[in-house]
């Protein structure tokens, strides 16, 4: 039996195979004005500073709602105490949900329908969450000081990158206010996404070998 490949969702996501990564949604989504976090609901996953993105980023267009999908761990219910008292101070409690060990089912649907994924993890060299959001058409939004950023998305080449919270939230007042413009690239991102698929890794790392 494969080994799950994206264990950075949580530890209690199972099921994923190098041929088939998450199952695809029944249909394809609408996109909804929703943005998305995904992964471990942990500290250093930075999801307090993708909050507050979204509510700074968002101020001109409160039409957008905010999913986060998350895996647990002995960490998360003290850290979602303290994301609550974020969200309650900035009045986001009607545009906010949690979704805790989210199914493959809800996270790929998720993903379908929202339009933008915000990612603030820093120090991490690939991040298969963001992956996973650029095949499902979902414009990244990544901390510079990442692989997402650096790797993944070519340093600004197939997404759009912030090194704090006010550079991020200007970056999403930007994208929001000209979604056009931002999702220009979106099908050449969509491609970008399947070149870090395993099967593509398993061709190149062939083809190395093949060549050694």
Same mark, same amino acid.
């Given at each position: 039996m494969a080994s799950p490949i994206y264990p950075d969702y949580g530890s209690t996501w199972r099921g994923a195979t190098e041929e088939a990564p998450l199952p695809a949604p029944e249909e394809p989504k609408k996109k909804k004005n929703q943005i998305v976090i995904l992964g471990r609901i942990v500290p250093n996953k930075s999801i307090d %500073?993708?909050? @507050?993105?979204?509510? %700074?980023? *968002?101020? =001109?267009?409160?039409? +957008?709602?905010?999913?986060?999908?998350?895996?647990? *761990?002995? %960490? *998360? #219910? @003290?850290?979602?105490? $303290?994301? =609550?008292?974020?969200? !309650?101070? +900035?009045?986001? #409690?009607? @545009?906010? !949900?949690?979704? $805790?060990?989210?199914?493959? !089912? #809800?996270?790929r649907n998720t993903l379908s329908e929202s339009r933008l994924l915000i990612d603030s993890q820093r120090n991490v060299s690939l991040n298969m969450t963001s992956i996973e959001a650029m095949s499902s058409g979902c414009i990244i939004l990544s901390q510079k000081n990442a692989g997402t950023y650096l790797e993944v998305l070519d340093q600004g080449r197939f997404g759009f990158g912030f090194s704090d919270i006010k550079q991020g939230s200007e970056k999403l007042k930007e994208i929001l206010g000209d979604t056009n413009k931002a999702s220009i690239n979106k099908e050449k991102a969509i491609e970008r996404a399947k070149f870090f698929s395993p099967k593509k890794f398993k061709e190149r790392l062939n083809k190395i070998l093949e060549n050694g």
């Open positions: %500073e993708s909050i @507050r993105i979204f509510a %700074e980023g *968002t101020k =001109n267009n409160q039409s +957008y709602n905010l999913v986060m999908l998350g895996g647990n *761990t002995a %960490e *998360t #219910e @003290r850290y979602i105490h $303290r994301l =609550n008292k974020i969200i !309650k101070n +900035y009045k986001l #409690e009607k @545009r906010v !949900k949690i979704i $805790r060990d989210p199914s493959f !089912k #809800e996270i």
